[in-house]
C-alpha cells in the first residue's frame, strides 16, 4: 500500500511522497536503496484546496488584500555524527540517506526497507551555515525587506542542531554564523538607517508563559491580535532598535544568558523551551515621481513597508517522558509540551485545509498565527540526527515536516499609508511656503521703493536736462539773432555803398548832361556828399581796424607777458655767452698783438737777410727765409702767447710810418706767402688783418695787387670758417676797391665777387666790409664817369651786386646801411646805372634814403642824384611819387 501526494503551487512542482516499502521486490532484497524507489505520482487530493493561485487567491479574506499564495517551505538538515555516536553507532549504518541532487531524503526502516521523502531542500551533514541560510533564510528576509511577514522555524528533537541552524553566533568561525545572525547582517545591509528601522525583541515561551530575554523581570508578556487584521503584537516585550551588527550579536549573548539563568531558575533546561526572536523591519519608499506637479506629489502620503520576521528555536521535538530525568509532574509535562503538540494540530489542519485550525490551543500557535499558516511566507528546517537509536524521533520529524509542506500561506504585504508622516511633511512645507510667502512680499516692497527712487532720480535728471537744453537753445537763438542783425547791417552798408557809386556814376553822368545843358549848381554838391560818406565809411572802417589792433595789442600783451618769463632767462643766457665771448675777444686781440710784434721783428730780420744776400749775392732762397720766419712766428706764440710785458704793438701796422717800414722790409710778401703756404686759419686771420692795414695805403694797395693779393684774399675767403677772418680779408679788399687806379684790375682778378661771395657768412661785421668795399668802388667809379673816363655800366652792377644792395638797403645795422646808402648814391650818379637801378628796385630805396636818412649829406646825395638824372625824374614822375 502506498500514499503519496504532489502539490502544484505556483507552477512549481513539489511531491511529497511517502514510500511505500516494497518487499515483493527482488532487487531490493539486494540493494534495499535502490529498491525502495516507487514513486507514486497522483493528482493532489483536496488535502489543500484546489492548489491552483486564483483559488487560493480567493481565499484571502483579507478585504481585498493582494495576497499571495505560498506554501511553507520545508528543508531537512543531517547533523553530522558527534562523537559519541561515532564510537556507539560505529558498527551501523545511518538510519538516514541524504540525495540533496534530488532533493530527497530515505528513511531506513530496516536492513532492506527505506522510505522516500522529498522536500524543498535537503541539507547533508557536510551543509555548510551559508548555504543553510541561503537555502532555507534567505529568501524569508528579502520578503520581510519587501514589506511581508516572514518565520523561520528549526523543528526536531534535542541535540540535533536547531539552535546550531538557527542562534550559532560564530564568534570563533565566522562560518559557524547561524540564520539569525546572517538574517540580520543581511538586514542591515539592506537598510538604510535614514529613513528606516530596525527592532528586535527576544522571548521564551516556556509553560504557556512568555519571558522577556531582554529583560528577566518581564516574564509575563501578553499576546495581543488585531482582530481586524489579525495581526499579533506583544506589546509588553522590551523592543530594542539595532543600528549596527555588533550590538545585535549582544543583544543575542545577553538572551541567551537570561535564558540560562531562567532555566536554571526553573530548574528546567533550554530544550524545553521556544526561543523567539522577533525582528521588526520598517522601511519609507521612496514615493516615485510620475510627472505630476509638486503638490500633487507632496499630498501623496509617503508608503512604508514594515516586516517581521520571526525566528523561533523550537523546544526539543522528543517526547517529554522520553527525557525523563526532569521529575516533572505530569500537568507540568502536559503544559510543557502543549505549545509544541497544538503547532502540530494547528500544522495538520493547515495541511488538511481543515475549515478549523485550533491556534488559540497554545501560547505558540496565538503567536505565530500571522506568521505561521497565515500571511507570511515561512521556512521550517526540521534537524535530524544520524543515529539509528533515534529513528522513531527522526521519523516523527520528518512526518512533522512532509505535513507542513503541504500549508499553504497567504502572504500579505505590509504596506501602508504613513499619514502621520505626510500630515508632518505638508506642514513643514506650508511652513517654508509662508516664510517665502513672507520673503517675496518683502522683497516685492523693496523693489517697489527702489522702482520709486529710480524713478524720482530720473525725473529730476530730465527736468535738469530740459532745463540746459532751454537754455542752449536760448543762446544759440540769441546768437544767431545777434549774427542776423550783423548781417543785415552788413548788408545795408553795402547796399548804401552800391547806392552811392550808383548816384555817383549817374551824378557824372548828369553833370556832363548838366554841363552840355548848362546847368553846373548840382554836380559839385552830389560830388561832395559823397565824398563824405566815403570818409564816414573809411572813418567806420579805421575805428573797426583799430578796435581789432587793440584786440590784438591786449593778447600780445598777455602773450608777452607769458614769454617775459622765459625771456629773461634767455637774456640772462645770452649775457653770460657775450661775456664769454668777449672774454675771448680780448684774448685774440692780445695774440694778434704779440703776432704783430713778431712779424715786425721777423720782418726786419728778413730785411737784413735779404740785404746779407744781396750783398754776398747768396742764391738761398726765398723759401728758406719762410721756414725761418714761420718757425719765429710760431715758436713765440707757443713758448708765451700771453707775454703781457711786451709793449702794446696793436697799432703797428696801422702808423704810417712803420707801415713804411714792413713793406720795405718785405713784411708783405711774408704776409701773402702766409696766406699762401699755411692751412692754419689763425695765421690766415692776422695775416689778412695786417694786409688790410697795409692796404689803407695807395702804395702798399698796388704792391698787394702785384703779389697776386686779390687771387690770395679771394681763396683765403674761400676757405675761411671765422667770420672774423672773413672780416679782415673783407677789410682788406675793400681798402683795395678804394684805389681809383685798381678798379678793373680788381674787377677782372675776381675781387667783387670775392666780396659778395662773402656775405654767405651773414656776419654783421663781414657785411659792413663788403657793404664797405662796393662803397668804395661805387666811389671810385663815379668819380671815373664824372671825369668821363668811365662809361657804360657799373662793374659792381655787371657783377650782379645791386640786387644784393637793395636787398641789405633796409638793414638795422648801422655800418652796413650807412655804405649801402652811399654805395647807392655813387651808383646812383652815372646815368649809365639808372635804368638798371629802376629795374632792381633801388629807385625806391634811393627814395627813402632822400627822405628817410639820418645823415644829411646822405639824404641830400640822394636827392641830388634823384633830381638830376632824367632816368630817375621819369620814372618818378610816371609813378607820381613827389619827392620834393
Ligand atoms: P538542539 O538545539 O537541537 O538541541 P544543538 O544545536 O544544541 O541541538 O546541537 C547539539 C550539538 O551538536 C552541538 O554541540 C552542536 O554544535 C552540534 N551540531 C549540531 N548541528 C551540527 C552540524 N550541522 N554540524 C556540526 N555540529 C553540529
Ligand atoms: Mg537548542
Known amino acids: 500500500m502506498s500514499t503519496s501526494s504532489v502539490n502544484q503551487r505556483n507552477g512549481t512542482h513539489r511531491s511529497s511522497l511517502r514510500a511505500h516499502s516494497s518487499a515483493s521486490t527482488s532487487a531490493a532484497a539486494h540493494k534495499p536503496s535502490l529498491k525502495s524507489k516507487t514513486v507514486l505520482r497522483k493528482s493532489s487530493p483536496a488535502a489543500l484546496g484546489s492548489g491552483s493561485s486564483a483559488a487560493a487567491g480567493s481565499k484571502s479574506g483579507n478585504g481585498g488584500d493582494a495576497g499571495v499564495p505560498g506554501r511553507v517551505r520545508v528543508a531537512v538538515r543531517l547533523r553530522p555524527r558527534n562523537g559519541e555516536e561515532m564510537i556507539a553507532d560505529a558498527d551501523f549504518a545511518d538510519c538516514v540517506e541524504l540525495q540533496p541532487e534530488v532533493k530527497r531524503l530515505k528513511l531506513r526502516k530496516n536492513n532492506w526497507d527505506t522510505d522516500t521523502f522529498e522536500f524543498d531542500e535537503v541539507l547533508t551533514e557536510y551543509a555548510s551555515q551559508k548555504r543553510v541560510y541561503e537555502v532555507v533564510a534567505k529568501p524569508v528576509v528579502e520578503g520581510v525587506l519587501d514589506g511581508y511577514n516572514g518565520t523561520i522555524m528549526a523543528y526536531g528533537q534535542t541535540g540535533t542542531g536547531k539552535t546550531y541552524t538557527l542562534g550559532q553566533l560564530g564568534e570563533e568561525d565566522v562560518a559557524d554564523r547561524g540564520i539569525m545572525v546572517r538574517a540580520m547582517e543581511d538586514i542591515l545591509a539592506q537598510v538604510s538607517l535614514e529613513t528606516d528601522s530596525i527592532s528586535v525583541s527576544y522571548l521564551q515561551l516556556y509553560m504557556e508563559t512568555v519571558q522577556d530575554l531582554l529583560d528577566p523581570a518581564n516574564d509575563n508578556i501578553a499576546i495581543v491580535e488585531d482582530p481586524k487584521s489579525g495581526d499579533v503584537s506583544l506589546p509588553g516585550a522590551t523592543l530594542v532598535e539595532i ?71 523550537l523546544a526539543g521535538s522528543e517526547r517529554i517522558s522520553k527525557s525523563g530525568s526532569e521529575g516533572h509532574t505530569l500537568e507540568e509535562a502536559k503544559s510543557i509540551n502543549l505549545s509544541l503538540s497544538a503547532l502540530g494540530k494547528c500544522i495538520n489542519a493547515l495541511a488538511e485545509n481543515s475549515s478549523h485550525v485550533p491556534f488559540r490551543d497554545s501560547k505558540l500557535t496565538r503567536l505565530l498565527r500571522d506568521s505561521f499558516g497565515g500571511t507570511a511566507r515561512t521556512s521550517l528546517v526540521i534537524t535530524i540526527g544520524p543515529s539509528p537509536r533515534h529513528r522513531g524521533e527522526t521519523t516523527s520529524t520528518i512526518m512533522f515536516g512532509q505535513r507542513a509542506m503541504k500549508v499553504e500561506n497567504m502572504v500579505k504585504l505590509k504596506e501602508e499609508f504613513d499619514y502621520k508622516s505626510l500630515s508632518k511633511r505638508l506642514e513643514v512645507q506650508l511652513d517654508s511656503l509662508i516664510e517665502e510667502n513672507e520673503r517675496q512680499q518683502k522683497a516685492f516692497v523693496d523693489e517697489i521703493e527702489r522702482i520709486t527712487v529710480e524713478a524720482h532720480n530720473q525725473i529730476s535728471e530730465a527736468e535738469k536736462r530740459y532745463a540746459n537744453a532751454l537754455e542752449e537753445e536760448k543762446l544759440r537763438y540769441q546768437n544767431d539773432y545777434v549774427e542776423s542783425i550783423k548781417k543785415l547791417e552788413e548788408n545795408w552798408s553795402k547796399n548804401q555803398k552800391k547806392l552811392a557809386a550808383e548816384r555817383l556814376a549817374l551824378g557824372e553822368k548828369n553833370g556832363l548832361d548838366i554841363t552840355s545843358n548848362g546847368n553846373r549848381s548840382i554836380a559839385p554838391a552830389l560830388e561832395e556828399v559823397s565824398e563824405l560818406k566815403r570818409m564816414v565809411q573809411k572813418e567806420a572802417q579805421l575805428k573797426m581796424a583799430a578796435e581789432e589792433e587793440v584786440n590784438r595789442l591786449k593778447l600780445q600783451l598777455t602773450e608777452s607777458k607769458k614769454v617775459e618769463v622765459s625771456g629773461n632767462s634767455e637774456i640772462m643766457r645770452l649775457h653770460k655767452m657775450l661775456e664769454t665771448e668777449t672774454q675771448q675777444k680780448e684774448k685774440l686781440e692780445e695774440e694778434i698783438a704779440t703776432l704783430h710784434t713778431q712779424l715786425l721783428q721777423l720782418s726786419l730780420t728778413a730785411d737784413e737777410t735779404r740785404q746779407n744776400l744781396e750783398r754776398h749775392g747768396s742764391q738761398k732762397t726765398s723759401g728758406g727765409a719762410l721756414d725761418s720766419f714761420m718757425s719765429q712766428l710760431k715758436l713765440p706764440q707757443i713758448q708765451d702767447p700771453g707775454n703781457a710785458e711786451k709793449p702794446p704793438v696793436a697799432k703797428l701796422f696801422e702808423q704810417e710810418a712803420n707801415q713804411q717800414q714792413i713793406v720795405e722790409a718785405g713784411g708783405l710778401t711774408s704776409l701773402l706767402m702766409l ?26 694797395q698796388e704792391l698787394i695787387m702785384d703779389q697776386g693779393g686779390i687771387d690770395l684774399l679771394s681763396s683765403t675767403a674761400a676757405n675761411a670758417q671765422d667770420p672774423q677772418t672773413l672780416r679782415m680779408v673783407a677789410g682788406a679788399i675793400a681798402n683795395l676797391c678804394g684805389n681809383d687806379k685798381l678798379q678793373t684790375k680788381l674787377r677782372s682778378e675776381g675781387g667783387i665777387a670775392a666780396l659778395l661771395g662773402m656775405v654767405r657768412c651773414g656776419h654783421p661785421d663781414v657785411l659792413a666790409q663788403v657793404a664797405r668795399g662796393i662803397a668804395n668802388f661805387a666811389k671810385c667809379e663815379s668819380r671815373a664817369s664824372t671825369q668821363g673816363t668811365k662809361r657804360g655800366k657799373s662793374l659792381l652792377i655787371e657783377d650782379g651786386a645791386l640786387s644784393w644792395i637793395v636787398q641789405n638797403a633796409k638793414t638795422e645795422t648801422t ?48 636827392h641830388r642824384t634823384l633830381t638830376s638824372s632824367p632816368t630817375f625824374l621819369t620814372e618818378l614822375r610816371r609813378l607820381r611819387v613827389d619827392i620834393r
Not at 535564558?259 to 522577533?278: G, P, Q, V
Not at 510627472?291 to 499630498?299: F, I, P, Q, Y
Not at 637801378?837 to 634811393?846: F, H, P, R, S, Y
Open 243 to 313: 543600528r549596527d551588527q555588533h550590538s545585535f550579536l549582544e543583544l543575542l549573548q545577553l538572551g541567551e544568558a537570561h535564558r540560562f539563568a531562567a532555566n536554571t531558575k526553573l530548574n528546567t533546561e533550554s530544550s524545553r523551551s521556544h526561543a523567539i526572536l522577533m525582528v521588526h523591519v520598517r522601511r519609507s519608499l521612496k514615493t516615485e515621481s510620475n510627472g505630476n506637479s509638486h503638490m500633487t506629489k507632496s499630498l501623496k502620503p509617503p508608503v512604508v513597508r514594515k516586516g517581521k520576521l520571526v525566528v523561533v528555536d
Open 675 to 700: 696766406l699762401r703756404n699755411t692751412e692754419d686759419e689763425t695765421i690766415h686771420r692776422v695775416a689778412a688783418g695786417a694786409i688790410a692795414n697795409l692796404a689803407m695805403n695807395e702804395t702798399n
Open 815 to 862: 655800418a652796413i646801411k650807412r655804405h649801402i646808402e652811399l654805395a647807392l648814391c655813387h651808383l646812383a650818379q652815372h646815368e649809365g646805372n639808372a635804368k638798371e637801378m629802376v629795374k632792381e628796385g633801388a629807385i625806391w630805396e634811393l627814395v627813402r634814403i632822400s627822405r628817410e636818412c639820418s645823415r644829411e649829406d646822405i639824404r641830400s646825395l640822394a
